[in-house]
């Protein structure tokens, strides 16, 4: 679904991404951790066009996306969940909501019932202005409208972050909720154990570059990449 191949990201004069290569296959969740500062922001950015990559290819759906304004990305089929949620605060829910709409056809995808279904605070708080909202109930505003455009893979940077622990359980409930949708996933998270409970497969990033990847269950046992990498032990 997803691919980067040898992606190298600059701001200005600073290198950032040193050769990242990774791939989300159709319908997977995969899971890129590392420290704050390495480089997870700037892929999901390169990705969607935000900070395009000087050399490199980012091929989505068989075709090299890498050179296309992040408005035509999107309408390709990648939903943008950002870091620090972004929604439109002066706009209600709804309109927060609708303003994204993509339609798949009659009953096919996700559409504005679906969506509140799946997120019944939301339907609870529509016509509610988003400056208004909680920060989880902003978080799920913000999942909610990028499931509005219907994409066919999801990006999502740091969805649990400032959250408090009942509410990323929440998030985390969510998100392996659209997992089972069959959603491909690429999930930027810092709370390490949320990002492997729910992927399928993991990759570290470091100063720029990819230096470990594996199925979830073995980076679980590895304490050494986890207190290196990731500054965590079990």
Same mark, same amino acid.
């Given at each position: &679904?997803?691919?980067l191949?040898?992606?190298?990201t600059?701001?200005?004069? @600073?290198?950032i991404l040193?050769?990242?290569?990774?791939?989300?296959?159709?319908? =997977?969740? $995969?899971?890129?951790? /590392?420290?704050? /500062? &390495?480089?997870?922001?700037t892929?999901?950015?390169?990705?969607? /066009?935000?900070?395009? +990559?000087r050399?490199?290819?980012?091929?989505?759906?068989?075709?090299? $996306?890498?050179?296309?304004?992040?408005?035509a990305i !999107?309408?390709?089929?990648?939903?943008?969940?950002?870091? /620090?949620?972004e929604i439109?605060?002066?706009? =209600?829910?709804?309109? *927060?909501l609708? &303003?994204?709409?993509? @339609?798949k056809g #009659?009953?096919?995808g996700?559409?504005?019932d679906n969506?509140?279904?799946?997120f019944?605070?939301?339907?609870e708080r529509?016509?509610?202005?988003?400056?208004?909202?909680?920060?989880?109930?902003q978080? &799920?505003?913000?999942i909610?409208?990028a499931l509005?455009?219907?994409?066919d893979?999801?990006l999502?940077?740091? +969805?649990?972050?400032?959250l !408090?622990?009942?509410?990323v359980?929440e998030v985390g409930?969510i998100?392996?909720?659209i997992?089972k949708?069959g959603? @491909?996933?690429?999930?930027v998270?810092? *709370? $390490?154990s949320?990002?492997? !409970?729910?992927?399928?497969y993991a990759?570290?990033?470091?100063?720029g570059q990819?230096?470990?990847?594996? #199925?979830p269950?073995?980076?679980k046992?590895n304490?050494?990449?986890?207190?290196e990498?990731l500054?965590?032990?079990?």
């Amino acid at each position: &679904m997803l691919e980067l191949k040898d992606i190298h990201t600059y701001y200005g004069d @600073s290198y950032i991404l040193q050769g990242v290569s990774l791939k989300v296959n159709e319908g =997977s969740v $995969v899971a890129l951790l /590392g420290r704050n /500062g &390495m480089g997870k922001t700037t892929t999901i950015r390169s990705i969607i /066009g935000l900070a395009p +990559p000087r050399r490199g290819e980012i091929i989505f759906k068989g075709k090299n $996306v890498a050179e296309l304004p992040p408005y035509a990305i !999107a309408r390709r089929g990648i939903g943008l969940v950002p870091q /620090g949620r972004e929604i439109f605060p002066s706009l =209600s829910v709804r309109q *927060n909501l609708t &303003m994204a709409a993509r @339609s798949k056809g #009659a009953d096919k995808g996700w559409t504005l019932d679906n969506i509140y279904t799946r997120f019944p605070i939301l339907k609870e708080r529509a016509e509610t202005r988003g400056t208004l909202l909680s920060g989880g109930e902003q978080q &799920m505003l913000c999942i909610a409208r990028a499931l509005m455009t219907n994409p066919d893979s999801l990006l999502l940077d740091e +969805p649990s972050e400032g959250l !408090a622990p009942i509410v990323v359980q929440e998030v985390g409930r969510i998100i392996g909720e659209i997992k089972k949708s069959g959603l @491909s996933i690429l999930l930027v998270e810092q *709370n $390490v154990s949320m990002a492997l !409970a729910l992927a399928d497969y993991a990759y570290i990033i470091s100063k720029g570059q990819i230096v470990y990847e594996s #199925a979830p269950d073995i980076l679980k046992a590895n304490e050494e990449i986890k207190l290196e990498f990731l500054g965590i032990t079990t």
